[in-house]
Every structure is written in structure tokens, then in C-alpha cells.
């Protein structure tokens, strides 16, 4: 059974960088067909797409961040990892690693990380 | 980007009864809609994929349908473990959206 587990920093200071790093165990990042992804969610609201890339290296990312975030693979270490530059406050949430099959929603999640924007 | 609304944003409901959510595209996206329950302190958990096709090991009382525009999760035959979160997400370009949430009470 595929598993995915995010890893990284829980406090960031304002103006800084957001880095985090997921692991897939069970699985090979490099499969063809999936789409490797982040979601985040600030407490006690909704779900928001950050972005999604292809095994191959294409990337897409929601416009509203687009400007400040960088999505990579990690083939060796079967990992995939996510830069937020010049964070804020209002990027505090709990962030979420996924997968999504070409065409198909995202079935298989990490059990996400709780990242605070705080000085 | 597409916009998903979702209504109602919240419910009250008694174990075994039947509640339907929906969640409206605002432009056509054939049948990519996945429906998604999310319980407290937990990742969201796909129920449904391509608008009406149920995820593997996803209760049958959980059902989607509808295409283009319009789409309705149902739950039949409430159970105590149904009370959470429900969320609609389209997947049929980018920017993925998801819907704003509908939360199932008790």
C-alpha cells in the first residue's frame, strides 16, 4: 500500500522559505501516469491546490502562488519536495502531500503538517 | 479558474437518514469530480471518482452522479462514522478547485 509522509520545518519566520519534503514508501515516484502534488489547508478552513508535477518534471502550479512556488522530484530518494518563498501569516495551514493518477482525483495522501508563519 | 460551490455549507442530520450535498461547476467539466470526506485531524479520504464511480472500499451507501455542471454526493442510511466534512474537487484542468466544504452534523 503506497504511502506518502510529509517532512519539514513547523515554524517558519515571516519573509522566509517554506521547504518542505514528502516520502513515498511503497511505491516508485518515477511510475509513469502520476501526478505528485501538494494541497494545503489553514486551520478550520477549506482545501487548496498548490500545485502538481508529472514524474517527467512538468509542473503546474495554482496562480495565486505560482510566483513564489517551486515543486520537485527526487528520483534517487523517491521523494518530492515544495519551496514557498516570502511566506506570510496567511500561509500558515497544514500541508498535505498527494498523489492524483493521470485523469483521477487524488487518492493517496500523507497524513499532513501543521506549518505556523511566525517571528 | 473553475469554481466549485458547494451547498448546503452545513447540515443536521440523525443517524440513518439519507442527505444529498452538491456542488455546481461553474463551467462544464464533463464527469472529473471526485468527492472527498475529511474527518477531524485527518487527511481527506476519496469516496468517489469520475462523478459517480465508488473508490475502493468506500461504503455503498455512498453514491455520486451527475455531468457538465451539476453534481450530488448522497449518503444513505446515515451512519455515525459519516459525520465529518465533505468536499467536492474537479479535476478536469488546472488549477485544481475544490469545493468550500460541506460539514454533516449531528
Known amino acids: 500500500q503506497l504511502q506518502l509522509q510529509e517532512s519539514g520545518p513547523g515554524l517558519v519566520k515571516p519573509s522566509e522559505t517554506l521547504s518542505l519534503t514528502c516520502t513515498v514508501s511503497d511505491g516508485s515516484i518515477s511510475s509513469s501516469s502520476y501526478y505528485w502534488s501538494w494541497i494545503r489547508q489553514p486551520p478550520g478552513e477549506g482545501l487548496e491546490w498548490i500545485g502538481s508535477m508529472y514524474y517527467s518534471g512538468s509542473t503546474y502550479y495554482n496562480p495565486s502562488l505560482k510566483s513564489r512556488v517551486t515543486i520537485s522530484v527526487d528520483t534517487s530518494k523517491n521523494q518530492f519536495s515544495l519551496r514557498l518563498r516570502s511566506v506570510t501569516a496567511t500561509d500558515t495551514a497544514i500541508y498535505y502531500c498527494?498523489?492524483?493518477?493521470?485523469?483521477?482525483?487524488?487518492?493517496?495522501w500523507g497524513q499532513g503538517t501543521l506549518v505556523t508563519v511566525s517571528s | 479558474a473553475i469554481q466549485m460551490t458547494q451547498s448546503p455549507s452545513s447540515l443536521s442530520a440523525s443517524v440513518g437518514d439519507s442527505v444529498t450535498i452538491t456542488c455546481r461547476a461553474s463551467?462544464?467539466?464533463?464527469?472529473?469530480l471526485g468527492w472527498y470526506q475529511q474527518k477531524p485531524g485527518k487527511a481527506p479520504k476519496l469516496l468517489i471518482y469520475?462523478?459517480?464511480s465508488l473508490q475502493n472500499g468506500v461504503p455503498s451507501r455512498f453514491s455520486g452522479s451527475g455531468s457538465g455542471t451539476d453534481f450530488t454526493l448522497t449518503i444513505n442510511s446515515l451512519q455515525p462514522e459519516d459525520f465529518a466534512t465533505y468536499y467536492c474537487l474537479q479535476d478536469y484542468n488546472y488549477p485544481r478547485t475544490f469545493g468550500q466544504g460541506t460539514k454533516v452534523e449531528i
Open positions: 463551467q462544464g467539466i464533463r464527469n472529473d
Open positions: 498527494a498523489r492524483a493518477n493521470y485523469g483521477d482525483p487524488f487518492d493517496y
Open positions: 469520475a462523478a459517480s
